[in-house]
Structure formats: structure tokens, C-alpha cells
């Protein structure tokens, strides 16, 4: 039987957590890179936002499958309390219920960081990430059209958000 874990993340992830990551940048308009991310870059990356937020992977028989973190909404001090949250996993790991466990456990812990609103930020279409987001709880709220540029096409992004 597989062992499937939740814990902080550590520099030490940084090449798995890249890993996952730049297959979403090469193949998919999931993310706007539009160049792939070093481990390097990751390690600073982790280590900058776990000052202040939470940042979790989850890990199926120690092997990382998934990650996910809130970092900062918008940079305004009347904003420290809402976090942009962010999920990914391996695509092997789609399906499975992996995803809620993991997202979840980050809504869970954001209130330990004094944090009480998650915005999810979905390029459309996602139907996945959509369905994930709202089987959270979290509510649509907005949608900007065409405002990112990927794959020689345009894109919409939604928002939504929910109170943790």
C-alpha cells in the first residue's frame, strides 16, 4: 500500500518541486512562464516565502507528487491577510484525490500565518482547477479576459476566493 504524506517544504524539494513545475511551463498555459525554472531559483523562492506563508508538498511513498503555498496578494499593507494560494501535482498524480488533500491541508495551515482569505487565480479554460476550487468552497468573483499571452494565443484568468 502507498504511504501519502503532507509536510513543509524544504530546499531540499527544489528539484522535484522544478520538476513538476517546468512540465506545466513547456506543455500548458496553466502558468505564464514562459521559461522554465531552475531548482536554484526555487530554492530561493521557498525559502522567501516560507518567512511569511505556508509552503507544503505532499509526497506518495517519499517521493514528491505536489505542491502548494500562499504567497503574497498584492503588496499594499492593507492586503498582509489575503495570500494568493498555489497548487500543482505531478500529472501522474491527477485524479486521485491528491490535489484536496494537499490544498486543503494549505487552507487549514493559512490561518497560522494570520492569513483568512485564499485567492485561486485560474487561467480558462481549467476545468480541473475549477472544480477543485469550488469542491474548496471557494466562490468565482472575477474574470479578466485576454490577459495573458501563451502557445501564439490569448487567455483569460478567473479569481476566486474564499474566506479560511
Known amino acids: 500500500m502507498s504511504t501519502f504524506k ?3 517544504a524544504t530546499p531540499a524539494d527544489a528539484s522535484a518541486i522544478a520538476d513538476i513545475y517546468n512540465h506545466y511551463v513547456r506543455d500548458t498555459t496553466i502558468t505564464f512562464d514562459l521559461n522554465e525554472v531552475s ?3 526555487f530554492e530561493n523562492r521557498i525559502a522567501q516565502i516560507q518567512k511569511n506563508y505556508p509552503y507544503l508538498v505532499s509526497t506518495l511513498d517519499e517521493q514528491i ?5 500562499a504567497d503574497q496578494w498584492k503588496a499594499k499593507d492593507a492586503y498582509i491577510q489575503t495570500a494568493e494560494t498555489t497548487i500543482y501535482l505531478n500529472p ?3 485524479e486521485k484525490g491528491y490535489g484536496l488533500r494537499l490544498y486543503n491541508a494549505l487552507l487549514t495551515a493559512m490561518p497560522l500565518f494570520d492569513l483568512t482569505t485564499a485567492i485561486g487565480c485560474i487561467t480558462i479554460p481549467n476545468d480541473a482547477s475549477i472544480v477543485l476550487h469550488e469542491k474548496l468552497g471557494f466562490e468565482k468573483v472575477g474574470e479578466f479576459k485576454k490577459v495573458g499571452y501563451k502557445f501564439e494565443e490569448w487567455h483569460n484568468v478567473g479569481y476566486w476566493q474564499k474566506h479560511v
Open 6 to 8: 503532507i509536510r513543509e
Open 39 to 41: 531548482a536554484e531559483d
Open 65 to 69: 507528487i505536489g505542491y502548494a503555498y
Open 92 to 94: 501522474k498524480a491527477h
